[in-house]
């Protein structure tokens, strides 16, 4: 099992570990800093002992990256693992901007069900099944957003269960939510958003989440 060195502290952007096994370009490490994609999240940029990853995969407890062929490492090599913190940081801004944005809509409109959700470098979003269009709430939903970022309230990140690796964030007083992401220390680190609504079909809405120093 890859001990998950980014639950730990998702600020830490380089840890020396060893390769746990390797199967020809694929390798695992017996702890990482490198997020592989999961729950919407898009998988952290960055280099195993001075090499690309070039792909990032879970695959039960373990998580496997891809080196490019003839990388020459082997089980027991020391390694260090070095991680595009820039990226990261902001994949974690977008991330925590689009769970409140989830949880806010799940307040405004009874029974909506989250249908997907992308969480990349430059935008977020989240798709509902929902009858009507969001637009009419979007404005509110906005300002409650940004209001719970402002709050810059402590953020929880812990396990529910550690055997199984099920963990949460939580926001006490506010909510608590499953999710296995990289999280934010507060919610003020987020910063200033917007909300964008888009028609993806029948019965589908789309909420696209961006932070506004891209705007």
């Known amino acids: 099992m890859t001990h998950k060195t980014f639950w730990d502290d998702p600020y830490q952007t380089e840890l020396a570990t060893q390769v746990a096994t390797v199967d020809g370009e694929r390798?695992?490490?017996?702890?990482?800093?490198?997020?592989?994609?999961?729950?919407?999240q898009e998988?952290?940029?960055?280099s195993i002992a001075g090499q690309p990853v070039l792909l990032a995969e879970k695959q039960e407890q373990d998580i496997v990256y891809t080196l490019a062929a003839g990388h020459g490492l082997q089980p027991g090599d020391a390694v260090t693992v070095r991680i595009d913190w820039p990226r990261r940081y902001r994949l974690m801004r977008l991330h925590f901007a689009a769970e409140l944005t989830l949880e806010t809509i799940y307040r405004d409109f009874d029974g909506v069900e989250k249908i997907g959700a992308?969480?990349?470098?430059?935008?977020?979003?989240?798709?509902?099944?929902?009858?009507?269009?969001?637009?009419p709430q979007l404005a509110a939903i906005a300002t409650k957003v940004q209001a719970l970022i402002d709050a810059n309230s402590a953020i929880v990140s812990a396990f529910a269960d550690a055997a199984?690796?099920?963990?949460y964030w939580e926001v006490p007083g506010y909510c608590?939510?499953?999710?296995g992401g990289t999280h934010l220390q507060r919610t003020g680190e987020v910063g200033r958003i917007a909300l964008k609504r888009k028609n993806?079909?029948?019965?589908?809405e789309r909420v696209e989440i961006t932070l506004l120093e891209d705007e």
């Not at 992308?118 to 637009?135: M, N, S, V, W, Y």
């Open 118 to 135: 992308h969480i990349g470098e430059h935008k977020a979003r989240i798709d509902f099944a929902l009858p009507q269009p969001i637009t």
């Open 43 to 46: 998988s952290d940029s960055g």
């Open 176 to 179: 608590r939510v499953p999710c």
């Open 164 to 167: 199984n690796e099920r963990r």
């Open 200 to 204: 993806v079909g029948r019965g589908k």
């Open 27 to 40: 390798v695992t490490l017996q702890a990482t800093i490198f997020y592989a994609e999961s729950g919407g």
